[in-house]
């Protein structure tokens, strides 16, 4: 499935007030990104979704356009700009090939929330090009992405990934050994597969392809392609425990939001935090 049809298929439930848990994870997500937009931008929010954040920055003082390519997601974006009293026109529908329509240096920040893991590599270059056209000298790219390091601390089906495709490697090229290992891996694990169709909580990642990197070397890969460098990181959504328990548990899983707080500053932030921001600035003679 393209991820422009499930989140066609989602919108309408993709953030609902109704479940504390998921608006509050959200929140935690927005908040953590506008934690690094400096005061007073014009700002493009490039995969704006159904607005939230588009409102939470506007009403702090910004100057924000929005453009989505899921037409749901756009309407619902648009409604919640009406209202906060807010020009629902400053949101639209729009992809990459929208960013071409837009000056050279016409925001001081180019911002895209939860939308790189679902680009391939050569989207995701197309996307950092046009950013930096978009932006002066001075301005900034400010990104989220989905941290691979995680699968680490996951205990689940992705932990035996992580170890076939970043561990196993190094040790071995015979591949009788490498699937031996990689069968003691798995045994190690009480759940390595799918989560059941009945499960309570599936993530984007049981059904879309999303694309996971690694906090620790991405910078030296914006560095290297896009002549990039970080001004700053943040960490979002900690898991403390296996994510399939810690979601699934009424009695538990706000020890999450708990955790992420005691969390945000430790060195470890780099293994237990699934997602990252990072705040960017271009390379300039």
Same mark, same amino acid.
């Given at each position: 499935?393209?991820?422009?049809?499930?989140?066609?298929?989602?919108?309408?439930?993709?953030?609902?007030?109704?479940?504390?848990?998921?608006?509050?994870?959200?929140?935690?997500?927005?908040?953590?990104?506008?934690?690094?937009?400096?005061?007073?931008?014009?700002?493009?929010?490039?995969?704006?979704?159904?607005?939230?954040?588009?409102?939470?920055?506007?009403?702090?003082?910004?100057?924000?356009?929005?453009?989505?390519?899921?037409?749901?997601?756009?309407?619902?974006?648009?409604?919640?700009?009406?209202?906060?009293?807010?020009?629902?026109?400053?949101?639209?529908?729009?992809?990459?090939?929208?960013?071409?329509?837009?000056? @050279?240096?016409?925001?001081? !920040? #180019? /911002?895209?929330? &939860?939308? %790189?893991?679902? $680009?391939?590599?050569?989207?995701?270059?197309?996307?950092?090009?046009?950013?930096?056209?978009?932006?002066? @000298?001075?301005?900034?790219? !400010? #990104? /989220?992405?989905? &941290?691979? %390091?995680?699968? $680490?601390?996951?205990?689940?089906?992705?932990?035996?990934?992580?170890?076939?495709?970043?561990?196993?490697?190094?040790?071995?090229?015979?591949?009788?050994?490498?699937?031996?290992? %990689?069968?003691?891996?798995?045994?190690?694990?009480?759940?390595?597969?799918?989560?059941?169709?009945?499960?309570?909580?599936?993530?984007?990642?049981?059904?879309?392809?999303?694309?996971?990197?690694?906090?620790?070397?991405?910078?030296?890969?914006?560095?290297?392609?896009?002549?990039?460098?970080?001004?700053?990181?943040?960490?979002?959504?900690?898991?403390?425990?296996?994510?399939?328990?810690?979601?699934?548990?009424?009695?538990?899983?706000?020890?999450?939001?708990?955790?992420?707080?005691?969390?945000?500053?430790?060195?470890?932030?780099?293994?237990?935090?699934?997602?990252?921001?990072?705040?960017?600035?271009?390379?300039?003679?």
């Amino acid at each position: 499935m393209r991820s422009t049809e499930y989140y066609s298929e989602i919108a309408n439930k993709y953030i609902t007030p109704e479940d504390p848990f998921w608006y509050r994870y959200h929140q935690n997500r927005f908040n953590t990104f506008n934690s690094l937009v400096p005061g007073g931008k014009r700002i493009l929010d490039f995969g704006c979704g159904t607005g939230e954040n588009i409102v939470n920055l506007t009403l702090a003082g910004h100057q924000v356009l929005g453009i989505d390519p899921v037409p749901e997601m756009v309407e619902l974006a648009q409604a919640r700009m009406r209202e906060h009293g807010l020009d629902s026109r400053l949101v639209s529908v729009g992809d990459l090939a929208s960013l071409t329509t837009y000056a @050279d240096g016409e925001f001081d !920040i #180019v /911002s895209a929330l &939860n939308v %790189l893991p679902f $680009l391939s590599e050569e989207e995701e270059d197309e996307l950092y090009t046009q950013a930096k056209r978009l932006t002066p @000298d001075d301005g900034w790219i !400010i #990104v /989220s992405h989905t &941290n691979e %390091l995680v699968d $680490l601390v996951t205990f689940n089906r992705y932990t035996v990934e992580f170890w076939r495709d970043r561990i196993i490697p190094y040790l071995t090229s015979d591949g009788e050994d490498r699937r031996e290992l %990689l069968d003691i891996c798995r045994s190690h694990l009480s759940y390595p597969d799918v989560p059941s169709c009945d499960a309570t909580v599936k993530s984007e990642r049981d059904t879309l392809k999303k694309r996971r990197v690694n906090p620790i070397e991405y910078p030296r890969v914006l560095l290297k392609k896009h002549d990039l460098v970080v001004d700053e990181i943040a960490f979002t959504h900690f898991y403390p425990m296996p994510p399939q328990f810690m979601e699934d548990s009424e009695k538990y899983r706000d020890l999450i939001f708990v955790f992420e707080d005691r969390m945000k500053t430790d060195p470890l932030r780099y293994v237990f935090a699934s997602i990252f921001v990072m705040r960017l600035k271009k390379v300039t003679a």
